[in-house]
């Protein structure tokens, strides 16, 4: 049996029935990861030992009898900017290698008071500054799919892992779509939950008010039980709401019929794949055969989505990177003769070309005598995309459907040196931060070529129980999530 | 040369007292072992996020009442971008804006003559302290103490034009501030710790000019003293600076309290560049009317209230009074020893005079040395009964503030007492005996003679009697003759 090959939901209840132990399914993860990440490079640090002592832990508890968490012994890979105590975490970046940090982020404590095992920690995109992996100080992780091609980013890692089998879940974090395109360019479902949903204490920032933590999965099920782990109010971040967490399973009913879906005309225009398209029409059609309405629907304020976004971003990542000194931690410069030169020294060695432009960007839209022209419009702009939405759901829309990225996963260096068209690749995506919005993304079919093609569902705040219910209907009439990256 | 004249803006910052930081859990004390009160939130590491010390917004909202001030129903946070080694995160979280928690306010100040004057307030907000670099001479490199990183920090500034008109007012300002934040228990108000700090910022102008003059901001002046001398010193240089031909330079210079002088820290020419923008990891503060008005309602009756009604209360010259309500514990004291005393201004004069002094020469106020309220009333109360002197109580409250003892137990060992008439009556006697002379230049009518009796008298009696006795036993004793 391959052990590698199962689901999360598989390998939990094997566990739990005592019918495999957690740490023959640890080490078969981690032998997985041997034979494979040598091609794929999802990982930046494997924590094998580590992972054994948590696996066999759960073990004994097993073995006495006692309870277990709902994902007890069942791996996880964390992207590199989750803070693990013990264990560096460098945000794909060359200014945080050697740092390691004295505490869990929030979601990690979680996942281990559920008994997950810790695999280790998965590339990225530098600070979450990118769609590709490609701006990773470290390497570029590779599509399981297709090694020739990008993963997607900036969880670019923490996709590529579980789509090559080296790990059944994977937490990312998404800004403006690093969860979803991702999931998308590597067939499996990914949730970027309501901003609030999950706390993000412990995840290092890039746009505060824009990232959030969320699941990649192979499937819906497991996407649910790992968002049902992470999510909930945390009195250690502020913006974290004070709501109860359902059971994100209790719903997949495959039950779709009388839903609203909405097609926003906005998002099948120039530059979407035909191919994707096409797909996602047909998806549509299938929820719609399934007892779903189906209607077309207006977005009027989307073309300012990319724009606004790329003031706010980078203006909030211009503050949040500021930290990065060299005084207290990380990698600090040699020969400063003060610390202004301490500072423009150790930043200028160890931030690469993307994250310094963004820096450079933000910085501008906040300077004085800008922050009007730029920064104010830009949060007005987010309020006009907000209500966008808010009409959508007052009209009665349940979600709305939309492709993920306007194609299937680009070929490594075919965009690095445009970074416009790069940026195009989030077009899809980045809505569902600036309005703050659950959405997610699932494998709705292949290209000729054999590769994912990926369908976003966007829902009002806290209706993450819809969007999977609607994604888990789906699941139950195709089979795409079945297929497995040939590798 | 034309007559000029000062004005000063006032910014002040106070450290809250709370029992944690503003942002984490850490404790919030004064010194300790470098950087062992830290935590990644004050230490600013990456993936740490602050949450609000309701302690301290409470704090700054009390003072905001009591300054008089409009209160903002909704209320924000912003950062402070800018790049400094005892910042961890490069940022300092600070209100900016139109919304700080409170604007609009004022604070009255009493000059030394007795007039009264408002200073307005434009805003009342809070934010974080920073960590304190440490400077090793000659080392090559200075360290960083992250203990006062995010210690919450109350910022006051004075509203423009400014009010103050002189370095005595500035004074008066910030003493006055300085009062009311101990009668509100929200800062210990220690400047010499830092605690508090009064940043004054200087201008002058010929009389009569329309415009203000260049200002420049003084920094590390660590008493009362310091900020009058500082304004004081740093009104005649600008005068003679621009007399010079010269123009004053809009900078931050730092007070050598030793010296006398100030000096140049940094050029405020360009204005500084912090990028300031609404905190996005922070929820706005949404005041709850009822809740305001609970804390108003709550407020103790402050500085400038209690010094009126001291004054009317207690029949008290208005110079006492306001020597009495500078620190909220020194006006209790006066009250608890002056109830039900005949004469509460003679209380009032033993604690602003001898007991003063004596707190002072240990170190203490003088509502906190071994006297009690109800000591000190009692030796008032002896002085009165005419059971010691005056004279005598200077040494009885000596002793007490030595030794915690009450007047009377002091009186009762020393055996102070007045001496009874008989005694007075022996020496008078004796001394009229002894100067057969001088009792005979008072009968040829040298009245002012008698006086060498009466010195005589007290000497022998070691001070206890008592001279209104001692005058009129001589004159009887000298009639006789």
Known sequence: MDLHTLTAHELAEKIKSRDVSARAVTDAFLARIEAVDGDVKAFVTVTADRARETADAVDRRLAAGEEVGPLAGVPVALKDNLCTEGVETTCGSKILRGFVPPYNATVVDKLLGAGAVSLGKANMDEFAMGSSTENSALFTTRNPWDLSRVPGGSSGGSAAAVAAGEAPLALGSDTGGSIRQPAAFCGLVGVKPTYGRVSRYGLVAFASSLDQIGPFARNTRDAALLLSVIAGHDPCDSTSVPRPVPDYRAGLNGDVRGLRLGVPSQYFAEGIAPNVQAAVLQAVELLESLGAKVETVSLPYTEYVLPAYYILAPAEASSNLARYDGVRYGHRTTGARDHIGLFEKTRDEGFGAEVKQRIMIGTYALSHGYYDAFYLKAQQARTLIQRDFAACWQSGIDALVTPTAPSVAFGVGEKADDPLAMKLSDICTLSANMAGIPALSQCCGFSEDGLPIGLQLMGPAFSEETLLRIAHAYELATDWHTRRAPL | ?481
Request: glycine share 8%; with cysteine; hydrophobic share 35%.
């Open chain 2, 1 to 481: 040369m034309p007559e000029y004249e000062t004005r000063v803006g006032m910014e002040c910052h106070a450290e809250l007292l709370t029992e944690s930081k503003m942002f984490c859990g850490c404790r919030n004390e004064f010194g300790g072992e470098p950087n062992s009160r830290t935590c990644p939130v004050c230490l600013g590491l990456p993936g740490s996020l602050p949450v609000m010390n309701k302690k301290a917004v409470e704090h700054v909202v009390r003072t905001a009442l009591a300054l008089n001030c409009t209160i903002s129903l909704h209320s924000i946070f912003h950062r402070k971008n800018y790049f400094y080694p005892d910042l961890p995160k490069g940022y300092q979280i600070s209100q900016y804006g139109n919304t700080p928690i409170g604007t609009n306010g004022w604070l009255e100040i009493e000059r030394a003559d007795g007039t009264t004057k408002r200073i307005r307030i434009t805003r009342v907000h809070l934010e974080e302290d920073t960590g304190k670099l440490i400077h090793s001479d000659g080392a090559g490199y200075s360290v960083v103490d992250y203990n006062r990183s995010g210690v919450p920090l109350m910022e006051i500034v004075t509203d423009f034009p400014p009010d103050i008109e002189s370095a005595e007012e500035a004074r008066l300002y910030a003493e006055t501030l300085r009062s009311v934040l101990l009668y509100l228990q929200v800062s210990d108000g220690k400047m010499e710790q830092g605690s508090l700090r009064a940043e004054p910022n200087p201008s002058v102008r010929p009389v009569g000019s329309d415009t203000f003059g260049v200002k420049t901001e003084l920094k590390n002046l660590n008493s009362f003293r310091s900020v009058q001398r500082g304004i004081e010193y740093e009104a005649k240089r600008q005068i003679e600076v621009i007399e010079g031909g010269g123009r004053v330079v809009q900078e931050t210079r730092g007070w050598d309290d030793d010296k006398g002088v100030s000096f140049s820290q940094r050029s405020k020419e360009v204005e500084q560049e912090y990028r300031y923008f609404p905190e996005p990891d922070l929820i706005p503060l949404d005041f709850d009317v009822k809740w305001l008005d609970s804390l108003r309602e709550s407020l103790p009756e402050l500085p400038n209230e209690k010094k009126r009604r001291l004054a009317e209360q207690y029949g008290l010259p208005a110079s006492d009074a306001a020597q009495l309500v500078l620190e909220r514990e020194t006006a209790d004291f006066f009250e608890a020893a002056a109830k039900g005393a005949k004469d509460p201004k003679a209380i009032a004069n033993w604690m602003l005079g001898d007991l003063a002094r004596l707190a002072n020469a240990e170190s203490v106020p003088v509502h906190a040395t071994q006297v009690t309220p109800g000591a000190l009333a009692g030796m008032v109360g002896l002085i009165e009964s005419g059971a010691i002197t005056g004279k005598i109580a200077k040494s009885v409250l000596e002793e007490m503030v030595a030794t915690g003892k009450t007047a009377a137990q002091v009186v009762e060992e020393k055996g102070l007492t007045v001496s009874g008439a008989d005694e007075v009556a022996g020496i008078v006697a004796n001394v009229v005996a002894a100067n057969p002379d001088v009792v005979a230049k008072i009968k040829a009518g040298n009245d002012k003679s008698i006086g060498f009796l009466v010195g005589q008298v007290m000497k022998e009696s070691k001070g206890r009697a008592k001279p209104d006795d001692v005058n009129r036993l001589l004159k009887d004793e000298i009639a006789k003759q």
